[in-house]
């Protein structure tokens, strides 16, 4: 078995090694756990299809009331990833992300409220919490009495999470907060906050540590709701802290460790944002099949047309190799695997931007009634655009993807490893602590237990198995390629960088839907399947030709025309040309 | 007393429903499967019942293959105290189901049954009936109000003619209408109590009841598609139209 303290699929595959066993079998629900599902997923739909007139109204109004927030604790949504123990419904991983996915198929607004309470607000204190600290909170967080937020966010520090302002004074029994926080999921209804402030170190230096502050704390205030393009019911606001005072028993995780934890809940909780879109294309899937069956041009309903196919189509591989990703990740953490940050980033920016896509292509579908509010088709577009920029941006954590690869890569070659030694932590490069986080874990065990070749595949998918194989092995090429060509100015090489990054996107989606397939052949028979391997088929093909583009380019690009360009416009901040 | 509720699988009323290309069954692959609509409204007034103290134990039974659990632990949810699984793979009869739930009551000495007036699926509106006839108890069937007077329930049944009250001596069998109550939602921490309540599994050949029939299903077929309706002006057209498509 791969130690799974240590084994990063993807890590590992940038090193030209398969670690067949991490993602083989695909996971699977328990049979207790499936029917769990089902009654949950039954439960909200009884609770939200009744429901859809007001999220209409509540999008406009851009506010949620209270009462059905309410409605929402009652009926138990804010408990889900609580252990039993502390008054919480205890899903695994993978259950979390699919019964966030059937509240993202009702409403978005809804889903990334019990999104960030859930998957960031109090993860926290559910990964790192004393005893002591769950004892406290976690009865309140499970009936959603308490409410939680997570607040990193601040003017100067989006993406460049290290430049938080906030500061946390340590004095006689207590410690002093003070600052402001930005765009903060749940802001106005939470009364719980996973507050992240900058700490002076004994040796001076300023660390960032991770503090439990509750509203009840003289000095906490919230802005007003901020008014948004989408998820507009869902509450977002500024959180101000000014000379709060916090026990130093509600200090989450090391004091001085704060960076680490806030990589370590955002990449946990993943798959809710992950299931909330799979959930949404889900959706998307039944408004654009209802409606292009029910609309007629030149005499014909639109779905007997190619060009509606090939939407419809590519929604329906969108949807079935997003749910593979987002499904293996959370299988990967309740396995215990410990190294999937790039995996889980991976299914973030893969997830989100094809639910982007469908919305789009949805709303393409319903022609001008696509682009009316009393349709749900804009608000689907408005609701699903945050979600390539929050927990995130999808170009930085394409950056993490590909340089925590490469900084893998460049340890095991030789002659680069001591130049290349400080590159990867250059905070001012914004994304080098970034890579600082995922390399204290980087005794990854390398090119041991792997092998080049898939085993035991059965014959029907052994062509996209073979793809699989022949890309791996460029892959690894590439990264070393890229190293060698840049050296230590990888760092500055994005457009590089970002090559590898969809490089490895396209195989950590090709792996986990080849082991869904695989899998499903195992359980069904290949006739059962035969959609499935058709999904395969038409993916395997698309990541392809996009995968030897990619390979492609690394040596034959426009990267410093396109530069130039863009240098150009930033100089004059105008577009030169005019025809008058 | 013991409060029994009949419980029966069927596909979501929500969901549009598919007959199978060669017309020998409904398309249930994939489909979302609910307890049957008017059965709940039977669970939901047993444990009202039970609630408010006139009945110590609901009891939730299905028959059906193992698929039938996740309703009977809806039920379960819903706050029944026990389930009991009819285990059989045939799709049974209302008369093979009325005899195997007459053998339950044997076992478990309720003084209510309650059932739905009907299912969803086939419509069949027979096993309460049946059952009444088997135990030889009274019924009353299609029950819009119910009410327990010590050792008797006075029903107010919808029928034809308008409402028609009645009063049966306990243990009845009674079979519920939609306009009874209104069921309560399931709370996502009552599914994970449920797991923990008992749901005994019989086989139906252990209660010696044979999966036979006396009915025999033809094909089954879409209903024809309704055709767009059309105004008329006055009685005059009215007339005009119905003559025109030979209806008067
Ligand atoms: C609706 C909403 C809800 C939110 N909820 C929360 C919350 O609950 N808690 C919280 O803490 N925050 C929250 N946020 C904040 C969110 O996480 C940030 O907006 C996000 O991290 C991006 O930061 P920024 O907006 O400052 O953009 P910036 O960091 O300024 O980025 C601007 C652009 O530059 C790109 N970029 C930045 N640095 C680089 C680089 N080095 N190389 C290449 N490109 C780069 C980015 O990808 C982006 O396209 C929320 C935001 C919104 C809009
Ligand atoms: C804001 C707004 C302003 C407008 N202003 C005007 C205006 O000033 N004057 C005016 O006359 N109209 C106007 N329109 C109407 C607009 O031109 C139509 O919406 C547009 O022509 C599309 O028609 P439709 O909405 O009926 O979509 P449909 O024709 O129903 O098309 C639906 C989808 O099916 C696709 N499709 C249709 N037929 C085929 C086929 N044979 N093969 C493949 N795909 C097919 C379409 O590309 C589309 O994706 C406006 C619409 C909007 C939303």
Redesign the pocket.
Known sequence: MPDKETTSFMRSLCMGQIEQEVLFPFPALTADQKETLHEIASAVDDLLVPRAEDFRHWDVAGEMPADFIEELSQFGLFGLIIPEAYGGMGLSNMSYSRTLQQVGRHDASVAVTIGAHSSIGMRGLLLLGTEEQKQRYMPGLATGERIAAFCLTEAGAGSDAAAIKTTAEKQDDHWLLNGSKLWITNGGIANFFTVFARTKQEDGSGKMTAFIVTSDMQGVSIGPHEDKMGLRASSTTTVLLDNVKVPPENVLGEPGKGFKVAMQILNSGRTGLGGGSVGGMKHLIELATAQANE?K??GEP?SS????KEKVGRMVVDCYTSEAVVTMVGGLIDAGYKEYAVEAAISKVYATECLWRSADEAL??????G??REYPYERIVRDSRINRIFEGTNEILRLFIALTAMNDVACQLQELASTMKDVFNDPIKGFGVLSDYAREHATLRTGLGGSAKLQDLDEAIAPQAETFETETRYLAQAADRILRKHGKNIIGKQFATKRLAEIMIDLFVLASTLSRVQTSIECNGVEAASREIDILRVFTREARARMKQNFRRIDNNDDELLKALADDAFEVERFRWDTI | MKILVGIKRVVDYNVRIRVLSDGSGVDTDGVKMSVNPFDEIALEEALRIRDAGNAEEVIVVSAGGDECQQQLRTGLAMGADRAIQIQTSADLQPLSTARAFLKIIEREDPGLVLLGKQAIDDDNSQTAQMLAALWDRPQATFASKLELDGQSATVTREVDAGLETIEVDLPAVISVDLRLNEPRFVKLPDIMKAKRKPLDVIPLEELGVAAEGNLEVGHYAPPPQREKGIMVEDAAQLVEELKNRGLI
């Open positions: 609309r041009t030149f639109i047309y190619g060009l509606i393409q579908i319903a022609g001008g009634n682009y009316m």
